[in-house]
């Protein structure tokens, strides 16, 4: 249940910025998914014969797929292109190790510009998306690549990147000292460059003052001016559409890198207020090339994931997950055998009426049927017996406060409405 | 787009009686699923080792994993038990046949009970969703397995039911004369058992009329009494929650069967009236035990499924079907470079107001801009350039009629979204 109540939250949101839903199958050409994640993935894929003697397998994530989607189908749809895509993955561990086999992924992406819009407005979709979700406080972490890459290409380290971002990745664990020396033996770096690159790691400060210190470590490079610029741009653009108590909620983390290969612009990340250590709860950045390996087309694009299964994990842990038990908010004990008709009409008067409602379907008693229903965990059941037929009336019954209303079935349900509406309410 | 749209209803609609969401792995182990459904579908099972070596196979339908979930936890869960499921199956066909590999079912079951309320509701969750999802008229048909179960027992033919029902399957192909012919070869039929037999699938008239018809047919067989009883009972209590005018999509058609061996009692078709021959849309009926192969436990219950696939193609053929190509109403131009974070801002207002909107990401000719609108499907834009943000105004531009009409956007958003709606319901 709170698992659909986000996943129906997150299709608002994204509808609400025109993403588009699409669907692609499950099982895709083996060809199309292998090679196109890591090894890893490569190992966890299921795969088999189809019945036509084909190689298939699962997917694994819902990027590849899209790839091949964008690369089969863009020339008919056009750029730019939105869309959201919420569905399964299957990852094939032991699941003895108490790895999920299969679990949900939540992505959206633009693709087709590369403009500073769609950055912002992935900003803000995430921003609303959170928001919506209802999780307490939040931080959105923006960081751009082109930073580092700038810097690193400054200090004449280009092709160190890769072990100078393994050694800073270590910095929570074995403190900057130890980084300075492991940088000097895997990059060859001078006790000046270590400063540099530590420097950039752990600045801090409003957004307005780490852009001056972003600037000032990157000046004279190109990509890095760049970078730092964008990041300038899509907080400004942003910033317009939010307010200033909610502009708060972004902040610029010049240590967050998202992986080394994909991403080539911004970067972002998510992390609720309240239980920062689950790590991110949205994530995602700007990528060149969505689907280089399926066509020639130059696919530019930015994107994010929502973490259903973290964010589930993370409500739980902060007791945001009610234990309701049904969809429905009103109850309707089924007692007189001879009138199934009238709770039958009843419950469908409430239902035009936008109302929730469950019939119990045998004529037990009632005492067994309102047990039924605390286990359910409804809080309003609506009591009508021989006597409040008789009477054109029937009693709204708050099963948590024990107190009941007699109401009166005519002329109309408005009245019992409005009255179960109150109940509902306290 | 349709398709969500379709399973959007159908969650509310299963929500508004109190019918709980479940999901269950696509994967199950292979012992759950084999011998399970039929020879052709074990046949058409896609199957393979997960990584721990053991045999899992892709569910090839909603029921059977739903029995084996439903033995292993209806103690936890308490019956009655009413849960609905909308998700992929897969069946390994050919798909050179034009058959699909993968597709949704949507399947809703009340279980725990035998209660003639759950079969009621049954029927009236049936007519809701066909209510609800704008199809124009329809019909349901009940019938009651018992009623030629009795009326086979009444004229001693009940070990030869296999041959009859396949023989009078023919009626509407070989016509009522050589169907008689056939009885009497296969079943050993007398001409006045024919006639009995052959009466019982042509009957006609209103609901009354027909009670009383096959009431006279099954008179002094307990099965088929009680059947043609508990016919009379739903249509009772169902109809007391409908209008006249809606009582009349539901009738009662002793030529449904629904397959031989799955049902027990009532069995439902639902078809639509301008497109009978597309078949039933909407198919169920009551068991006797959902889940006796995994579970000593009796769990009678009551289900139905709604056919997503079949209702789609039928939705097309009726023209029912608009070529939305975006999800968001307003569509807003990015003209004036500079004016990014105004665009956004104002794109946040109006989704505040509940309105869905997209913003173009680049910059690009206005022109250009409004092509791509109209590709997507979009009515509205909200068109502002220096001058009218100079003057604190934009247009609202109906694109289907061209109008435009400046508005305001001081001292906040309520003229320009009353405006927007305007042009929308236009």
Known sequence: MPRERIMETARRVFRSYGFS??????????????????????????????????DVGLRFDLTVPFARFAAQYIGQLGTPFKRYHI?????????????????????????GTTGVAADAET???????????????????LNHRGILVGLLEKLGLAEKSVEVLRSLDKLNKIGPDAVAVELSRVAGTSTEDNRTLLELSTLTGTNDAMLLKLDKLVTGNQIGEAGVARLREILAAGGAALSAAKQDCIRVEPSIARGLDYYTGVVLETTLRELPEI??????????????????????GIGASLGL????????????????????????????????????RLAAELRAAGLRVEVYPEPKKLGKQLQYADKRGYRVALVAGEEEFAASECQVKNLASGESTKVLL????????????????N
């Open 279 to 300: 790590g991110s709860i949205c994530s995602g950045g700007r990528y060149d090339n969505l689907a280089e390996i399926y066509t020639k087309e130059q696919l530019p």
């Open 410 to 425: 005519t002329p109309d349900a408005a009245t019992l409405v409005a009255e179960i509406r109150r109940s509902l309410a």
């Open 123 to 141: 900003v803000l979709v995430a921003f609303d998306l959170l928001s919506a979700l209802e999780v307490g406080g939040f931080t959105i972490h």
């Open 309 to 344: 299964d973290r964010l589930l994990a993370a409500m739980e842990s902060l007791g945001l997950i009610e234990p309701v038990r049904t969809p429905a908010q009103v109850f309707i004990p089924y007692f007189e055998s001879a009138r199934l008709g009238d709770y039958l």
């Open 87 to 111: 569905a399964t993955v299957w990852r094939g561990e032991n699941t003895q190790r108490g790895r999920y086999r299969e679990f949900m992924q939540c992505d959206f992406d633009t693709i």
């Open 21 to 54: 839903p699409i669907d692609t199958p499950a099982l895709e050409y083996l060809e199309i998914l292998l090679g196109k994640g890591s090894e890893e993935t490569d190992k966890q894929l299921y795969r088999f014969q189809d019945h036509g003697g084909r």
